[in-house]
């Protein structure tokens, strides 16, 4: 069968997107789960807390553990400006997320949204920019892990693991082991199920704020003034640079709408919990940012290993904050490891039952109701990006796809509004459509702003995309195949 342009851009029904997640027919709060539901969807388990979590998991730690030592050198000292001008884009794109959310509140964040509003190629297109932004920053936070892991059997034990095998590739590392071994501990937690792995994560959050909270009031201590003198000592350039490196910090806020389909009143949760993130992390990203540039000079920053452990042995002269927050960061690295993952299998899920991909990727375990086989796939993808790929094109590549991702849904609020005035929404844009204009616009910034080479491997993997698309995704379309066989097993 030929495949036409009209073909290309074929939308997928709101209706059907939510008859599919079981959104429609989901019962009210207290009734059991599965009554009456049908089609293949995730189990709906997961409350404002814990969806809050997952947005705040995914996001503080993302960057500010690590990302200082790439940024600060970009920037100087306004590096803070560059988190200011990251979080109001972030912020602009969250209240369109919100939007989408609360209208569409599926698996499969912005690819799923693409679906229905630009049509199937450009969704396959976001499909793969998410697995930029959610694979490869997964991959870019494990690499981390064995620095703050390093840093702690140094102040706790003593000894420090061999370059070897505790650096990234092109840093004096060879095989990044402890992010290998990270990645195998997140997916044996995800395949035992969903709402064991938000408990857990909500956990590991309430650990990880306590302690960057304890790294702004110690930092604090050693604020110095001079240290922001010059203030941009690289011009605004460098501001918006950084700004542009740091912004898959904030990738936490698509992690949200990934958990469309197994949060419990999805309308509601959704929005609030992207609103809640939005606040948290804010706050959190500006204190830390305002704490190092005060307590270190800039040109300290780059190349410096667990930097904020480092910080905090410096301000107070002494290991134990510095112990303290090393181990704390162990633990909310794994939290951030963990939400990124499971955000990319459930975008991967969403592909698969709509035939983009084989079904396998949708296939559900009968006993836990996870997507077993899709996540050791993503766990192995990542692990091996984790041991062998430099840390500074993890980060860009994921900064690109990121940007990309939130472009679509800003443009998603706006074709919505004008197709489906009246469907039902828990939340809309405020000040539309001059919002969702500039969350497009600064979006488009920051792209702007990545280097060259980051756009040609994105380029690259647009590339292969297309062959993956028009090869085997035009052929076996849900969507272009209505009577084909379902996409998936479901859940007994």
């Not at 991959?139 to 034990?157: C, K, M, P, Q, R």
């Not at 698309?469 to 076996?476: E, I, Q, R």
Request: glycine fraction near 10%; proline fraction near 6%; aromatic fraction near 10%.
């Amino acid at each position: 069968m030929s495949t036409t342009g009209t073909d290309l851009f074929r939308k997928k029904p709101v209706a059907t997107l939510i008859a599919e997640s079981g959104a429609a027919d989901a019962p009210p709060p207290g009734a059991p789960e599965e009554g009456g539901r049908s089609g293949i969807h995730l189990k709906r388990s997961i409350g404002l807390w814990q969806l809050s979590s997952i947005g705040i998991g995914a996001t503080v730690g993302t960057g500010i553990f690590f990302v200082l030592s790439e940024a600060v050198p970009k920037a100087g000292p306004a590096v803070i400006l560059s988190f200011v001008i990251a979080a109001v884009t972030a912020g602009l794109t969250a209240l369109c997320y919100a939007e989408l959310a609360s209208a569409i509140p599926v698996s499969g964040s912005s690819y799923s949204y693409a679906y229905a509003t630009l049509g199937e190629v450009v969704a396959f297109g976001v499909g793969v920019c998410l697995l930029l932004e959610y694979g490869v920053s997964a991959s870019a936070i494990a690499v981390s892990w064995g620095e703050y892991l390093n840093e702690f059997f140094d102040l706790a034990f003593g000894f420090r693991l061999p370059d070897w095998m505790a650096n990234p590739p092109g840093d004096g590392g060879v095989f990044n082991l402890p992010a290998v071994i990270l990645v195998a501990m997140v997916v044996f937690l995800l395949m035992r199920g969903a709402s064991e792995s938000a408990k857990v994560n909500a956990a590991m959050v309430a650990i990880k704020l306590v302690i960057l909270v304890l790294f702004v009031v110690v930092g604090l201590t050693g604020f110095q003034s001079g240290n922001l003198d010059p203030f941009m000592p690289l011009g605004f350039g460098g501001v918006a640079t950084a700004a542009s490196t740091i912004f898959f910090s904030f990738i936490g806020l698509d992690a949200v709408s990934t958990a469309g389909e197994e949060v419990k009143n999805p309308r509601r949760t959704l929005p609030l919990a992207i609103i809640i993130s939005l606040v948290v992390v804010t706050l959190i990203y500006i204190g830390v940012a305002i704490a190092a540039v005060g307590a270190q000079p800039w040109g300290e920053f780059e190349g410096q290993k667990a930097g904020l452990a480092q910080i905090l042995e410096d301000v107070t002269g002494q290991t134990w904050p510095a112990m303290m927050f090393a181990a704390g960061a162990v633990i909310s690295i794994f939290s951030i490891t963990l939400v990124v993952i499971y955000g990319q299998t459930r975008i991967l899920f969403s592909m698969g039952r709509d035939g983009m991909l084989p079904k396998k990727f949708a296939e559900l375990s009968p006993r836990t109701g996870t997507p077993v086989w899709n996540t050791l796939v993503v766990g192995a993808a990542v692990a091996l990006l984790a041991a062998f790929v430099p840390i500074d094109i993890l980060a860009n590549l994921t900064s690109l796809g990121t940007l990309v991702a939130f472009s679509v849904v800003s443009v998603g609020v706006l074709i919505l509004r004008r197709t489906q005035p009246d469907l039902p929404r828990g939340f809309k844009v405020p000040g539309y459509p001059v919002l969702p204009v500039l969350s497009l616009v600064s979006c488009a910034y920051l792209i702007y702003e990545l280097p060259g080479v980051t756009h040609l491997f994105f380029a690259i993997a647009l590339a292969l995309a297309a062959v993956v698309y028009f090869t085997y995704s035009v052929k076996h379309s849900k969507l272009r195949h209505p009577e084909g066989e379902p996409t998936g097993t479901r859940r007994s």
